[in-house]
């Protein structure tokens, strides 16, 4: 007797489970649904890595930017998250070049500064006390 309610649960399980054109309570399924674009790069490592390496102020405006990309992404907003994404990056490279043009200067002036030179000079025949009193 068990084993026969078991049999009629499992043939009724069965048939809610299949497709067919004469079951009313499945719906087909949909095959207009639109395929979202690829996810942009975020470009967030890379905001954050110019952020502590090169310049923090682009650096920053790129970190705001790609954190930006998801959010707008997963909102359907996808135009959107393609521009903060573009922006990011360009944030990005500007504080990369500007870090690089930074450093370069900046180590040009320490070497070509006489005074500069001349200071270390001193510190260093004074056995490396750095008092100059």
Excluded at 47 to 59: D, E, H, K, N, R
Excluded at 86 to 98: E, P, Q, S, Y
């Amino acid at each position: 007797m068990e084993n026969q309610n078991y049999n009629d649960n499992w043939s009724q399980n069965d048939n809610r489970n299949t497709y067919s054109e004469n079951n009313s309570d499945m719906t087909p399924p949909e095959y207009n649904r639109q395929i979202p674009p690829l996810k942009p790069t975020t470009w967030l490592w890379q905001a954050i890595a110019v952020t502590l390496c090169c310049s923090p102020i682009f650096g920053i405006i790129g970190i705001i930017f790609a954190a930006k990309v998801n959010s707008l992404y997963y909102s359907g907003l996808y135009e959107e998250s393609e521009k903060a994404s573009k922006r990011a990056k360009m944030w990005v490279i500007i504080g990369f070049v500007f870090g690089i043009v930074a450093t370069v200067l900046y180590t040009i002036f320490i070497l070509t500064n006489d005074s500069f030179m001349s200071s270390i000079e001193q510190v260093i025949d004074n056995n490396a006390s750095g008092y100059n009193y």
